[in-house]
C-alpha cells in the first residue's frame, strides 16, 4: 500500500508496477533486477525500497521513486563482511526509516539481527533472535515489531531506540503478517504444512492450505475473511483498516474489511 493507502504495488513479468485502489490501468514504476523479490516498502516521503536475492546468499536492496524511473542500488549484502545476507525489509513507525533483517551466517549456530537504516544509510542495532531465517518484519501502533518465522508469528516489544526483552509467539501455525496503523494484524493462518521462504537458505516450500483470517491482541482468531479455500495469499491491510489487498489466483483482490466481499 501507498502511505495514504490510494495506490498499491506490485510485481508483475519482472516489473514493479502501481494501481490506484479505486481500479483502473497500472502504471510501470521499474523494472525488477534479475533475482527473486523479496519484499518492498513505499515510504511518506514518496520513494519505494525493495529487496532483492540476486543470487546465492548475495542480496541487495533497490531504491526508486514512486513515480517511476531506474532503479538504483541502496545498499548490497556482499558490502559487509560480518553478515551472511538481507532477509526482509520493513519500516519503522515514521514511515521512512528502513529495518533490515540479516543473516550473521548459514550455519546453525547463527541468529538474525535486525538493523534500523535510515535514508543516508546510517544504522543501529534494533534486536537479535538466535537461529536462521525470518520475514515479514512489521511495526505495530502497539509498541511491538512482529515478524514470521517457522511457521508462527513473533513480536518483540520496542522502546523509541531499541527492543526490549525476549520475542514472544502471537500466533501458531499462521504466517505473513500485516499491521494497520491502529494495531489490527491481518496474517495468514497455516491449516496444513510449513510456511516458509523459499528465498532464505535452507527453508522448503511444503504444501499448503491457508486461509485470512482477524485476531485480536491475545492472539485469539476472532472470524476470517473472503474465501477460505486455500489459495489467497500474502496480506497487506490498509493503514485505516477498511480494505486488505491479497495476491488470488494470480491476480491482486481487495477485500473490504467490513464486509465478505
Known amino acids: 500500500w501507498s502511505p495514504i493507502g490510494d495506490q498499491i504495488a506490485f510485481?508483475?513479468?519482472?516489473?514493479?508496477?502501481?494501481?490506484?485502489?479505486?481500479?483502473?490501468?497500472?502504471?510501470e514504476i521499474c523494472d525488477v533486477p534479475f533475482g527473486g523479490l523479496r519484499r518492498a516498502v513505499w515510504t511518506t516521503d514518496g520513494t519505494i525500497f525493495f529487496l532483492v536475492a540476486t543470487g546465492g546468499a548475495t542480496s541487495e536492496v533497490f531504491v526508486v521513486p514512486e513515480q517511476g524511473g531506474a532503479a538504483e542500488s541502496f545498499m548490497r549484502s556482499s558490502d559487509n563482511?560480518?553478515?551472511?545476507?538481507?532477509?526482509?525489509?520493513?519500516?519503522?513507525?515514521?514511515?521512512?526509516?528502513?529495518?533490515?533483517?540479516?543473516?550473521?551466517?548459514?550455519?546453525?549456530?547463527?541468529?538474525?539481527?535486525?538493523?534500523?537504516?535510515?535514508?543516508e544509510k546510517n544504522t543501529q542495532p534494533l534486536f537479535s533472535v538466535d537461529g536462521i531465517g525470518a520475514s515479514y518484519t512489521t511495526y505495530s501502533a502497539t509498541g511491538h515489531m512482529l515478524?514470521?518465522?517457522?511457521?508462527?508469528?513473533?513480536?518483540?516489544s520496542l522502546t523509541e531506540s531499541n527492543a526490549v526483552g525476549q520475542p514472544f509467539r502471537v500466533a501458531s501455525q499462521a504466517g505473513k503478517p500485516s499491521v494497520s496503523e491502529s494495531?489490527?494484524?491481518?496474517?495468514?493462518?497455516?491449516?496444513s504444512g510449513i510456511l516458509r521462504d523459499a528465498t532464505v537458505l535452507g527453508s522448503q516450500m511444503i504444501s499448503r492450505e491457508s486461509e485470512l483470517v482477524w485476531v485480536d491482541r491475545s492472539g485469539g482468531v476472532t472470524g476470517s475473511i473472503g474465501l477460505s479455500d486455500g489459495q489467497v495469499?500474502?496480506?497487506?491491510v490498509s493503514e485505516d483498516v477498511s480494505r486488505i489487498a491479497v495476491h488470488y489466483d494470480g491476480d491482486v483482490w481487495l477485500y473490504a474489511a467490513d464486509r465478505d466481499a
Open 11 to 27: 510485481l508483475s513479468d519482472r516489473k514493479l508496477r502501481r494501481i490506484s485502489a479505486s481500479g483502473g490501468t497500472p502504471v
Open 81 to 119: 563482511t560480518n553478515l551472511y545476507t538481507f532477509l526482509d525489509i520493513g519500516l519503522m513507525p515514521d514511515g521512512k526509516t528502513l529495518v533490515l533483517a540479516t543473516q550473521a551466517s548459514n550455519t546453525d549456530e547463527s541468529r538474525v539481527d535486525w538493523l534500523t537504516v535510515s535514508p
Open 147 to 156: 515478524f514470521a518465522r517457522d511457521g508462527a508469528i513473533w513480536a518483540v
Open 183 to 191: 494495531g489490527t494484524l491481518v496474517y495468514q493462518a497455516i491449516t
Open 233 to 236: 495469499f500474502d496480506p497487506v
